[in-house]
Protein backbone atom coordinates (compact mmCIF):
# COMPACT_ATOMS: atom_id res chain seq x y z
CA UNK A 1 0.00 0.00 0.00
CA UNK A 2 1.15 3.73 -0.52
CA UNK A 3 -0.30 7.01 0.75
CA UNK A 4 0.43 10.15 -1.15
CA UNK A 5 -0.21 13.50 0.09
CA UNK A 6 0.16 16.46 -1.99
CA UNK A 7 1.49 19.73 -1.07
CA UNK A 8 2.25 23.43 -2.88
CA UNK A 9 -0.85 24.46 -4.50
CA UNK A 10 -1.66 28.09 -4.19
CA UNK A 11 -3.51 30.93 -5.97
CA UNK A 12 -0.81 32.49 -8.44
CA UNK A 13 -0.78 35.18 -11.44
CA UNK A 14 -0.58 33.66 -15.20
CA UNK A 15 2.44 33.04 -16.32
CA UNK A 16 3.75 32.62 -12.84
CA UNK A 17 5.21 29.40 -10.76
CA UNK A 18 4.32 26.49 -8.96
CA UNK A 19 5.82 23.26 -7.44
CA UNK A 20 4.01 20.58 -6.63
CA UNK A 21 5.18 17.81 -4.11
CA UNK A 22 3.42 14.12 -3.17
CA UNK A 23 5.13 12.92 -0.24
CA UNK A 24 4.32 8.96 -0.02
CA UNK A 25 4.51 6.40 2.50
CA UNK A 26 5.58 2.92 2.67
CA UNK A 27 9.13 1.70 1.22
CA UNK A 28 7.75 0.32 -2.02
CA UNK A 29 7.36 3.89 -3.37
CA UNK A 30 10.23 3.44 -5.85
CA UNK A 31 8.78 0.19 -7.64
CA UNK A 32 5.81 2.67 -8.63
CA UNK A 33 5.25 4.70 -11.81
CA UNK A 34 4.24 8.11 -10.61
CA UNK A 35 1.83 10.44 -12.53
CA UNK A 36 0.65 14.27 -12.07
CA UNK A 37 -3.30 14.67 -13.17
CA UNK A 38 -5.54 17.59 -12.83
CA UNK A 39 -9.35 18.22 -12.78
CA UNK A 40 -10.69 21.16 -13.90
CA UNK A 41 -14.37 22.25 -12.35
CA UNK A 42 -16.56 20.83 -14.93
CA UNK A 43 -14.24 18.63 -16.83
CA UNK A 44 -12.67 14.83 -16.60
CA UNK A 45 -9.62 14.70 -14.57
CA UNK A 46 -6.51 14.15 -17.02
CA UNK A 47 -3.41 13.53 -17.33
CA UNK A 48 -0.45 16.04 -16.74
CA UNK A 49 2.41 14.20 -17.01
CA UNK A 50 4.17 10.54 -15.64
CA UNK A 51 7.35 9.69 -14.55
CA UNK A 52 9.24 6.11 -14.62
CA UNK A 53 10.10 4.12 -11.76
CA UNK A 54 13.71 5.21 -11.80
CA UNK A 55 12.99 8.75 -13.29
CA UNK A 56 14.72 7.73 -16.18
CA UNK A 57 11.94 7.79 -18.30
CA UNK A 58 8.56 10.34 -18.00
CA UNK A 59 5.35 11.57 -20.30
CA UNK A 60 3.79 15.15 -20.81
CA UNK A 61 0.79 16.12 -22.25
CA UNK A 62 1.05 18.40 -25.54
CA UNK A 63 -0.53 21.60 -23.88
CA UNK A 64 2.58 21.13 -20.44
CA UNK A 65 5.76 20.51 -22.45
CA UNK A 66 8.45 22.56 -21.99
CA UNK A 67 6.76 24.20 -19.35
CA UNK A 68 6.21 21.67 -16.74
CA UNK A 69 9.23 19.67 -15.27
CA UNK A 70 8.25 16.03 -13.76
CA UNK A 71 10.79 14.84 -11.07
CA UNK A 72 11.41 12.49 -8.30
CA UNK A 73 13.67 11.70 -5.32
CA UNK A 74 13.18 8.17 -4.53
CA UNK A 75 14.78 8.35 -1.66
CA UNK A 76 12.87 10.94 0.20
CA UNK A 77 9.48 9.22 -1.27
CA UNK A 78 8.55 12.70 -3.32
CA UNK A 79 7.71 12.94 -6.59
CA UNK A 80 7.41 16.64 -7.98
CA UNK A 81 5.65 19.26 -10.30
CA UNK A 82 7.72 21.99 -11.59
CA UNK A 83 4.98 24.41 -13.04
CA UNK A 84 5.97 27.34 -14.89
CA UNK A 85 4.48 29.98 -17.34
CA UNK A 86 0.57 29.19 -15.90
CA UNK A 87 -2.30 29.55 -18.00
CA UNK A 88 -5.72 30.50 -16.39
CA UNK A 89 -7.24 27.54 -17.75
CA UNK A 90 -4.44 25.23 -15.65
CA UNK A 91 -7.18 26.13 -12.93
CA UNK A 92 -7.64 22.43 -11.20
CA UNK A 93 -7.15 20.48 -8.64
CA UNK A 94 -4.31 18.55 -9.18
CA UNK A 95 -3.44 14.96 -7.97
CA UNK A 96 -0.85 12.38 -7.62
CA UNK A 97 -1.20 8.86 -7.94
CA UNK A 98 1.15 5.51 -8.48
CA UNK A 99 0.95 3.01 -11.04
CA UNK A 100 2.70 0.09 -12.34
CA UNK A 101 4.08 1.58 -15.78
CA UNK A 102 4.59 5.55 -16.91
CA UNK A 103 3.36 4.85 -20.41
CA UNK A 104 -0.22 4.60 -18.81
CA UNK A 105 -2.26 7.84 -18.82
CA UNK A 106 -5.59 5.98 -17.86
CA UNK A 107 -7.09 6.79 -14.51
CA UNK A 108 -8.13 3.33 -14.01
CA UNK A 109 -4.27 2.10 -14.45
CA UNK A 110 -3.24 4.11 -11.31
CA UNK A 111 -3.99 2.43 -8.20
CA UNK A 112 -3.20 4.78 -5.26
CA UNK A 113 -4.09 8.42 -5.07
CA UNK A 114 -3.33 11.18 -2.80
CA UNK A 115 -6.44 14.00 -1.60
CA UNK A 116 -5.48 16.80 -4.73
CA UNK A 117 -4.27 20.22 -3.93
CA UNK A 118 -5.94 23.50 -5.62
CA UNK A 119 -4.11 25.22 -7.87
CA UNK A 120 -5.53 28.79 -9.02
CA UNK A 121 -4.31 30.75 -11.62
CA UNK A 122 -5.65 34.15 -12.20
CA UNK A 123 -5.75 36.64 -15.52
Known amino acids: QVQLVESGGGLVQAGGSLRLSCAAS????????MGWFRQAPGKEREVVAT????????YYTDSVKGRFTISRYNAKNTVYLQMNSLKPEETAVYYC????????????????WGQGTQVTVSS
Open 97 to 112: AAGNYYGDYDLRDYSY
Open 26 to 33: GRTFRRYA
Open 51 to 58: ISWSGASS
